[in-house]
């Protein structure tokens, strides 16, 4: 009876969490080509530039980090933590990038009000963040992928901590160089 009992709320739980559930299963692992993408975004290097794709960072380490919302504490934290590292990711040639669901005027507002330098891409849709396993209907969850030169996952951060988080992902792309 106490099994019964038992699997009866794990079919519950899976039932009322079927997306949360399932979502990580289709995360890339390490090891796996990075999924391509093609999104609007900012980068307050690039004014003209509108539209970012994968195919163009083809020969750098990539920086992918998906998190939920501008202007809160723990995504502002995030970003001025890669921020504040950007020199040093670049001198391992490697790109820094954020997704999340807000649009290109909230990206812009946060990275002039925060100073972030380096490239945030809309996803409004979820339609990257899924292919990343990060997408919690309606944010993205926070997830980082090293992604190689050659675009394959090297390493991933699944549900992160935004302290120190920059410093650990430069720490693992020094080793991986």
């Known amino acids: 009876m106490k099994s019964l009992f038992g699997l009866f709320v794990i079919l519950i739980f899976l039932f009322f969490n079927f997306k949360s559930v399932i979502a990580f299963d289709y995360a890339p692992e390490i090891g796996d080509l990075a999924p391509s993408f093609h999104l609007q975004g900012i980068n307050n290097n690039y004014k003209s530039k509108k539209i970012w794709d994968s195919d163009e960072l083809k ?6 980090y998906f998190y939920p919302k501008d202007f809160t ?24 990038i954020g997704i999340s669901a807000d649009n290109q005027d909230t990206h812009e507002s946060f990275c002039s009000e925060k100073s972030i330098n380096y490239t945030l891409l809309s996803d409004p849709n979820g339609t990257v963040s899924e292919k990343y396993g990060s997408w ?11 992604i190689s030169p050659e675009g394959e996952i090297k390493y991933r951060w699944i549900s992160v901590l935004p302290i120190n988080h920059a410093k650990e992902v430069l720490n693992v792309l020094k080793k991986n160089i």
């Open 59 to 64: 020969g750098k380490w990539v920086v992918l």
């Open 73 to 96: 504490a723990g995504c502002t934290l995030e970003a001025k933590g890669f921020s504040q590292l950007k020199n040093d990711f670049s001198k391992y040639n490697a790109e820094i």
């Open 136 to 146: 919690i209907p309606p944010f993205s969850d926070r997830n980082t992928f090293l």
